[in-house]
């Protein structure tokens, strides 16, 4: 995996409305949820075909499962009198957020963490093929600081 650039989220509570009871995130594909609250939870955001059985039509596209799938949970874990200890959460953007077709070789991320009071945001590249390029990390850093910002979601890059 290249180099990621973190971003803290200046206000969590903002961002934490827009990710757990807005739509504004359900298109991203989650890859793994870690929550640590009263106990801890693990998520494997992989979709499990065999679970669906001879009902084909069901089954979600694509290796993993859309964060709206999952929100309602997270939802569930993280809503109560106590703010979590630590949560991460590893997703994948949709086409719309990247510009990028899906054939490009490029696995683009995004690591949304709290921990010790705080809210991250971390982007991410994971080329399949060696390259000394770093253009296609740059440009996913730019989109997402976009993203972030047409969202209205105040963050610094440290």
Known sequence: ?????????????????????????????????????????????????????????????????????????ALSLIRGKHTPLFFRFTMRPPQSVTGASDDTGIDRSVRLCFKEGALYAASAVSLREFTLDKEPERAWDAAFSHFLTEHGIDHEEL
Do not use: H
Not at 14 to 36: G, H, N, P, Q
């Open 1 to 73: 995996m290249g180099d990621m650039i973190e971003r803290k989220i200046k206000e969590t509570k903002d961002f934490m409305r827009k990710l757990l009871t807005e739509s504004l995130w359900d298109e991203w594909l989650l890859t793994e949820a870690v929550i640590s609250c009263d106990v801890n939870y693990t998520i494997d955001g992989q979709v499990n075909r065999e679970y669906y059985g001879e009902d084909e039509e069901n089954v979600p596209a694509g290796q993993y499962v859309r964060w709206e799938r999952i929100r309602p949970v």
